[in-house]
């Protein structure tokens, strides 16, 4: 079976599987990306050393990280065509991601969160800017919530996240003030929570990106503001605050302990920076 065929059929499976439209999106990208390099030939032409090949000479130009990407995506496809009986044995199966580089997450500190604040010049932006912050969210959670999706009865909401996983977020009573002034104001019809200003309609990822970068400018903070950071500045109060781990993983969504572990190292940071303040 050529390429193009198997990815077909895989895509239809991770699709009835419920994998995101932004998930499938992306293994799209990998999937032409090898199909360019190799042709639609059959994925049976395909063995260990040419894709070893093939991730050497990515490897030469990618981040470990985007390498690793593009070897998961390898790895889940000739995992599948094996288990669908296309393909005797899986090449793929001993290729190893590369060792990544441990990252601390980059948050905001509480004086650079109250500029935001104050660089928030209208109910929506108070209303984005607030939710971001107090739940925790990834802007894609955010701005698939319907008006109907917010319980304010328990300041709550539920999100559905990566995997298609659904979890209960929670927000405090300053977001919650501004959630109602902005709803208040809306005069349209859409269900969506968040919308756009002008012929209001949902609103995209990058236009909620941009409107936390917009409120960013209006401030003294020299570095480059992102709506990520304002989820890692969520875990880090929630740690800094006394929180377990395992409580922010749940809170946070992380299917897997380690990726929320990796904020433990952020009151060490922290720690040092205190000490090189005062001492």
Partial sequence: MILTEVWSLYKAD????????QTLKAYNVQFNLLVNSFGNIS???????SLKVYLGKAAEKLKPSSLGHRIRFIKSLFRWAQDENLINGNPASKIKEPKLELRVPKYLSEEEIEHLREACHTTFEN???EFMYSTGCRIGEAITLDRTSINFSNQSAIVLGKGNKEREVYFNTRCEIWLKRYLSERKDHEEALFVTTRAPHRMSISQARNVIKLIAKRTDIKKSIHPHQLRHSYATKLLNNGAPLEVIQNLMGHE???TTKIYAYLSGAMRRDLYRKYF
């Fill in 43 to 49: 994925i049976q032409e395909l063995s260990t050393n």
């Fill in 256 to 258: 897997k302990s380690k």
């Fill in 14 to 21: 991770k699709q009835i599987q419920g994998y995101s439209s």
């Fill in 127 to 129: 209303a984005l800017f």
